[in-house]
């Protein structure tokens, strides 16, 4: 299959979807404009074809992709495993400048990557001027020679940081995780090299790394977290690139310092499988700096009564974390020492902490930025913390230590705080115009940062009942709102750091307070019932209306004559339509033996319930096959919401009248939209009644 970068980009978002596309869609995923997806999409041509994948364009419509999933599935992993990309991409290109300088250290002229990426020598001098910052922060240094070219200078073990550093930054190291303890047979490397891990390594090395480590079955690597398990992998795999292009690492005092303890064993193990896998001679300083890396990676569990596994003594580390907690929170202090999980974590996570810091090895957060945005009074005091263990260690603490520190003490702080207290969940409102457009989002983000601390529903202006009111604690909404009985947040739309402080302090708040009792009686709640009851039901009967169409039309294009109908906004449109489509999929809803279609679903493009009836303009039976010969279609729709018990009940009552009251079924069949809405209502008050009853 031969397609262009961006033409693989936009295939890979039509996958991911889909579904029906509009180009504007299309445009605005990839980051184009519609005339470029436009231009693109003419060169597909027959590139599907050896997938059985087959794309399809209708005007008013969109464009998707028709074929099996199993083809889909396959087709989206062989993309996602290209190596190609859009030199006029100037973030991506100075990404694989970066990489192709990291790859060897030789002198290279600027010809050499201006033919490489296609691109002017005057482009690629810019792109050298805004990396060198990215390498010089990794103590690398880019030097130009009038008539020779460009090199980079640096030491090996700071060229050797700066690859594991690229690959932390800009690759998807999922495929390494997903490899934990496979054996031989393990073919997910393909992903691995898809990654840009491949452009970085020679050959097949990582595949042949894991399979020479997974050989050794030791108990040591079986243990490791997957975070340590990947970097020891990438380590090592580095390290034998490196030295198959001749290119070794300095002895220094420390590493002769080293005990031949059991991690320096497991070392030695790992380079004699290697040596035997690559056929290279591998130096007592790699050993050492293999035996580092065992020593500063996480285990899932921790041994103290193990022979020779832990070279800190327990005793020192409980007086540095003892030291730790005071510094933390001395109020609190006391009843964090009795927190049993919390002192063996965090004594767990300080022996290879100390030994990573001791021997300057960075470790990467990938949650950092998440930490200090979500717990910043933990973080600081963490922060802290850390400055005890610095001072103990002697060296300086980074962020990213910190950050892991930030867990141990955060979640201590939980269980502290839960003991302390009645902590219970938060009952929130979120509250937009609608409440399906930008409360959605709202609740998606809110629902990322405080998970199960708060339940949450959305809800439009118009939907805050006195009901409503009191179920929740208080609300966040993105609107203007004066109601002096509510407990009220209004927010940016798109939820700030501020915005999400403010939120976090009253879930804090709400979460000690008892969950008010309710003063209603059973009698009062009934009330309530009945009268969300009765408003539902005239809503439907007020909005209740005939439409007729045309006999030609089609089965879709009936759904976006409804979706079109039942909201003037296009967002909503397209839910309504999917929701309808996707309910027909489970089981058609044409029953033929009756005369009628009934296409009811559960949709978020709708915010009340409805009842349509769609005919033909002459009443005879609709022409597209698909109808069977009918010549009726009833739509019901029911908004997502707290009413959809009752809504359901409501719609669920007309369905069985319809097989049930054949005079009913007739005068939707034929009568006009005044008799339509009055046997609708004799139907409706009989329901009522019912429930009265009941």
Not at 36 to 57: A, D, H, P
Not at 84 to 109: A, M, Q
Not at 272 to 282: G, H, K, Q, T, Y
Request: glycine content about 6%; hydrophobic content about 40%; overall charge negative.
């Amino acid at each position: 299959m031969n397609l262009t970068p961006r033409l693989e980009k936009i295939m890979t978002v039509m996958l991911k979807e889909n579904r029906v596309l509009s180009v504007k869609e299309l445009a605005d995923k990839i980051g184009v404009s519609k005339r470029t997806v436009q231009r693109e999409l003419e060169y597909l041509g027959t590139g599907l074809q050896e997938y059985e994948i087959e794309f399809v364009s209708k005007t008013g419509k969109g464009v998707w992709l028709e074929g099996s999933q199993e083809n889909k599935v396959r087709l989206l992993s062989d993309l996602e495993c290209t190596d190609s990309f859009d030199v006029s991409d100037r973030e991506e290109r100075r990404k694989r400048l970066t990489l192709e300088i990291l790859k060897e250290k030789g002198l290279k002229k600027l010809f050499y990557y201006a033919d490489q990426f296609k691109v002017s020598e005057a482009t690629i001098s810019s792109d050298l001027d805004a990396i060198s910052g990215w390498l010089s922060g990794h103590q690398l240094q880019i030097t130009r020679k009038p008539g020779s070219g460009i090199e980079v200078e640096g030491t090996e073990e700071s060229y050797r940081k700066a690859i594991r550093s690229f690959i932390a930054e800009n690759i998807n190291t999922q495929a390494i995780r997903d490899s934990y303890e496979v054996d031989d047979s393990f073919d997910g490397m393909k992903k691995i090299y898809g990654t840009g891990i491949g452009l970085l390594l020679k050959d097949d090395i990582l595949k042949r790394v894991v399979s020479c480590i997974s050989s050794l079955e030791d108990r040591r690597v079986l243990t490791l977290t997957e975070n340590s398990y990947v970097g020891l992998v990438l380590h090592i795999s580095i390290a034998i690139n490196r030295i198959m292009q001749d290119e070794y690492l300095e002895n220094s005092e420390k590493l002769e310092e080293l005990p031949e303890d059991e991690d320096y064993e497991l070392a030695v193990k790992i380079v004699e499988v290697l040596e035997e896998e690559f056929d290279i001679d591998i130096p007592d300083a790699e050993t050492a700096y293999i035996c580092l890396h065992i020593k500063g990676a996480k285990h899932q569990n921790i041994e103290w009564n193990g022979t020779g596994t832990v070279e800190i003594k327990r005793k020192e580390l409980i007086g540095l974390v003892n030291d730790m907690i005071n510094t933390f929170d001395s109020t609190a202090a006391f009843e964090l020492k009795q927190d049993e999980d919390f002192i063996q974590g965090l004594l767990a996570h300080l022996q290879p902490t100390v030994i990573r810091l001791v021997n300057d090895m960075a470790i990467v957060n990938p949650v950092l930025e998440d930490i200090k945005a979500t717990y910043p009074d933990t973080f600081e005091k963490s922060r802290k913390a850390a400055l005890i263990l610095g001072n103990w260690v002697g060296k300086e603490v980074p962020e990213s230590e910190i950050g892991f520190l930030t867990i141990h003490f955060g979640a201590a702080q939980v269980r502290l705080e839960g003991r302390r207290e009645n902590i219970r969940q938060v009952h929130v409102g979120i509250v937009c115009a609608s409440g399906i457009g930008i409360s959605r989002l709202m609740l998606s983000k809110l629902e990322k940062v405080f998970k199960e601390r708060i339940k949450m529903e959305t809800y439009g202006k118009n939907d805050i009942t006195p009901y409503i009111a009191g179920k929740m604690d208080f609300f966040v909404t993105s609107i203007a709102m004066t109601n002096p009985d509510l407990d009220i947040i209004q927010v940016n739309p798109l939820l700030n750091g501020e915005d999400v402080e403010q939120i976090r302090k009253k879930v804090y708040e709400y979460e000690r307070i008892p969950r008010k009792q309710q003063e209603e009686s059973k009698f009062s709640v009934e009330m309530e019932e009945v009268t969300i009851l009765a408003m539902q039901i005239k809503t439907i009967l007020k909005e209740m209306h005939l439409t007729k169409v045309s006999e030609t039309i089609g089965f879709e294009e009936l759904l976006i004559a409804v979706s079109e109908e039942m909201s003037p906004y296009m967002d909503r449109q397209d839910l309504i339509r999917e929701d309808m489509q996707q309910r027909e999929k489970i089981g058609s809803q044409v029953f033929a033996e009756f005369g009628f279609a009934l296409i009811h679903t559960r949709t978020r493009g709708v915010i009340k319930p409805s009842f349509t009836v769609y005919r033909t303009q002459n009443q005879k039976a609709f022409e597209d096959p698909y109808f069977k010969g009918i010549g009726v279609v009833l739509v019901m729709l029911l908004p997502m919401d707290e009413n959809i018990k009752i809504n359901s009940e409501i719609l669920g009552f007309i369905s069985s009248t319809l097989i049930e009251d054949y005079d009913f079924l007739m005068t939707l069949s034929e009568g006009d939209e005044e008799e339509i809405r009055s046997a609708l209502s004799k139907v409706l008050r009989t329901f009522f009644h019912q429930y009265l009853e009941r």
